[in-house]
Structures are given as structure tokens and as C-alpha cells.
């Protein structure tokens, strides 16, 4: 697998890191989810952990919207399916009421293709439930440290639809290239696969550089999962060097 976007992602937003503030900075964390057991569990075991601040937990967007009018938040952990509402209306909210942090999506298998609208709407990466505690604390610190998070399942997951979303905008070969970037294997086993050599393949990757308006596979992979490559606004996508 490749480390650069197997558990993380370069941010592609305009919001800078959390290192601009004091060393002694604590993270404020929101917690959103309507399953109480989950929340409560998940606020008790954040608590705990040197450096980061529960501001509250909410089983619902009105009473998460309230906390961040009044309180300082980093972080927000969202699920996605919140009863009567979805988390890409969360996000929309927030943004509404003045609210500048980030956005960690936390989903269970069955919600994850919902996830890449949050992706698109700009939250910083997916994490799934079934992940250990101690990954859900390394997403949150990079989450809030002004990077992206998207684990392997979600992007193997999600990969399955992109061939519908980008039909008509890439070549044959330029889309099962994309599909082995998507599985995390290299460009010499993505050649094995498709029958291309390596530095072929890597000719094909340069081309998808260029239609995705990137410079990194991160990049590119999120730009995948968001669906804007399957456009034809993709090509003019600002270039950027996170």
C-alpha cells in the first residue's frame, strides 16, 4: 500500500494548520452522533487523552449549532446519518453560523458511500467506527493540525462507483490506472494488473495529474472521492501544493 494516502491525506483546503497557535493549545472537540452509546463512550475516551478539550456531545444539529455560536471548536466528529438529519446538511449549517474548524465524518460501513458528499462539501477526511481508538486519535490530531484523513477501506469502498461518475471524461486506460491509485498498489503492480509497463503507467498518472488540476496521488485520490474528476470543470481545478 502506499503510506502517502493509505491513513492520510495533504489538505486540499485554504485553512491553515493548528500549529499557528500556542505549543500548549488544547484541541476543543464537538462530538455529533444520534447513538448515544457510541457518543458518550467515544466523549469519556477523548477526555481522557492529553491535549484535547470535549466541548460537548450532541445527538442533534440543533444542539451542536448552539455550541458552536457560543464555544471555541477545532474539531467537529460528525456522523453522518443523524436521524432527521445528514451530516452534508451539518456541514452546510455550521458554515452558516460562522463556524471555521474542520470536520472529521465518523461512519459505520454502511454509511461510507454517503460520505464522499461530506469530502466534496470540504470536511477533512472519513473514519470508520471499526477503526482502533488509538487510529481515531492520530485522524483527529492530523485532522486539526491542517491535514486530511481517508482510510483504505473507505477508499476501496468508495472506488466502485467512480466508474459511473466518470464515464465519457476518461479513456479506458486512464480509468483502470485510477482504479489501482484508488486500491493503494503501486504503478509497477498497477502495470502487472492492466498489462502496461511501469513507466507507462506513469505516463497515464501524469495525464491524470493534469485532468485533475494536481501534483500529488493524495491529491488526486481525493479529488477521485470527491467526484470532481468525472467533470468538466475538473481540469481547471487550482493546483496545490499541500
Excluded at 502517502?4 to 483546503?13: P, T
Excluded at 493549545?25 to 444520534?34: G, M, P, S
Excluded at 451530516?87 to 463556524?99: H, L, N, P, Q, T
Excluded at 503507467?201 to 479529488?223: E, I, N, P, T
Aim: glycine share 12%; proline share 2%; hydrophobic share 40%.
Amino acid at each position: 500500500m502506499i503510506r502517502e494516502y493509505q491513513c492520510c491525506m495533504a489538505d486540499l483546503s485554504a485553512k491553515g494548520p493548528m500549529s499557528a497557535h500556542p505549543q500548549d493549545h488544547r484541541i476543543r472537540l464537538l462530538l455529533l452522533d444520534d447513538e448515544a452509546l457510541f457518543r458518550v463512550s467515544l466523549g469519556r475516551l477523548l477526555m481522557l487523552e492529553p491535549g484535547f478539550e470535549v466541548v460537548g456531545e450532541c445527538g442533534s444539529s440543533g444542539e451542536a449549532l448552539k455550541i458552536l455560536k457560543h464555544s471555541p471548536v477545532d474539531v467537529v466528529l460528525l456522523g453522518f446519518d443523524l436521524g432527521a438529519d445528514r451530516g452534508d446538511e451539518f456541514i452546510s449549517a455550521a458554515g452558516r453560523v460562522g463556524y471555521e474548524g474542520r470536520f472529521l465524518i465518523v461512519v459505520g460501513g454502511a454509511e461510507v458511500r454517503d460520505a464522499a458528499v461530506a469530502l466534496k462539501l470540504g470536511a477533512a477526511g472519513v473514519f470508520l467506527k471499526s477503526e482502533a481508538p488509538e487510529r481515531l486519535i492520530e485522524a483527529i490530531r492530523l485532522v486539526a493540525n491542517g491535514q486530511a484523513w481517508v482510510d483504505q477501506g473507505v477508499i476501496q469502498l468508495l472506488a466502485s462507483q467512480y466508474d459511473r461518475r466518470s464515464s465519457g471524461f476518461l479513456t479506458n486506460r486512464e480509468q483502470k490506472v485510477l482504479f489501482g491509485i484508488l486500491g493503494g498498489l503501486t504503478n509497477r503492480r498497477i502495470g502487472d494488473s492492466v498489462g502496461l509497463s511501469e513507466s507507462s503507467v506513469k505516463g497515464v498518472v501524469q495525464q491524470l495529474f493534469s485532468k485533475a488540476g494536481v501534483r500529488r496521488r493524495s491529491q488526486l485520490v481525493r479529488v477521485a472521492l470527491e467526484g470532481s474528476l468525472g467533470s468538466e470543470n475538473a481540469p481547471t481545478r487550482r493546483q496545490s501544493h499541500g
